[in-house]
Nanobody, 121 residues
Framework: QLQASGGGLVQTGGSLRLSCAASGRPIRSYAIGWFRQAPGKEREFVAAISWTGGSVYYGDSVKGRFTISRDNEQNTVYLQMSSLKIEDTAVYYC????????????????WGQGTQVTVSS
């Protein structure tokens, strides 16, 4: 089971750090991805990280601004978001799978319930 947290209201240019905590099976068993969905829009890939953290992959819209990392000892994956823009406003979800660093939502088996990020001007 995955639990995303850390969302909130932030001004443009600000930062937030999201966390994805796992319960049950250790998070080190999975590659983890972050996705987001804004109202009226399709779910969008944000970032993914491999089991060990040695491989990461970012969506084009967040490259250079967001950083994904993991602490397997803490059973948690993080998404550090900086230079936030209004268009980053969305519900952010973390998801897990065993294939590796992939960006297609359909390849993720386990999903958390999401955390709202709102960026205001």
């Amino acid at each position: 089971q995955l639990q995303a947290s850390g969302g909130g209201l932030v001004q443009t240019g600000g930062s937030l750090r999201l966390s994805c905590a796992a319960s049950g099976r250790p998070i080190r068993s999975y590659a983890i991805g972050w996705f987001r969905q804004a109202p009226g829009k399709e779910r969008e890939f944000v970032a993914a990280i491999s089991w060990t953290g040695g491989s990461v992959y970012y969506g084009d819209s967040v490259k250079g601004r967001f950083t994904i990392s993991r602490d397997n000892e803490q059973n948690t994956v993080y998404l550090q978001m900086s230079s936030l823009k209004i268009e980053d406003t969305a519900v952010y979800y973390c998801a897990a799978q065993t294939l590796g660093v992939v960006s297609r939502a359909a390849e993720y088996d386990h999903w958390g319930q999401g955390t709202q990020v709102t960026v205001s001007s």
